[in-house]
């Protein structure tokens, strides 16, 4: 189930991006998407995640209110639109399959397929 993430790039504190992640495979629109990311020296850590439906999303306090995570279960893809972006968002985003499970888990180890990440970078 490759994953390919992008729409990463180099933006204005303030500003807006959509990373976007494309998945192979039928059986997308069964599973949680979440993107997590991962600033230099620092350890990878949760942003948004969205149940297969797109029924139930979850966010990161770090992030809430600012950023929103949708899906296309049609095209087969996530969608992580950021705005009012700041300066430490600034990290590489991973988009990630999580199971099948009606939650939506905040933990890496509950997602088995990543992209190769896309990276954001926020100037100030």
């Known amino acids: 189930v490759p994953l390919q993430a992008c729409g990463g790039g180099l933006v204005q504190a303030g500003g807006s991006l959509r990373l976007s992640c494309a998945a192979s495979?039928?059986?997308?629109?069964?599973?949680?998407m979440g993107w997590f990311r991962q600033a230099p020296g620092k350890e990878r850590e949760f942003v948004a995640a969205i149940t297969w439906g797109g029924y139930t999303t979850s966010y990161a306090d770090s992030v809430k209110g600012r950023f929103t995570i949708s899906r296309d279960n049609a095209k087969n893809t996530v969608y992580l639109q950021m705005s009012s972006l700041k300066p430490e968002d600034t990290a590489v985003y991973y988009c990630a399959r999580g199971g099948t499970s009606y939650t939506t888990p905040r933990t890496a180890s509950s997602y088995d397929y990543w992209g190769q990440g896309t990276l954001v970078t926020v100037s100030s």
């Open positions: 495979g039928r059986t997308f629109s069964t599973y949680v």
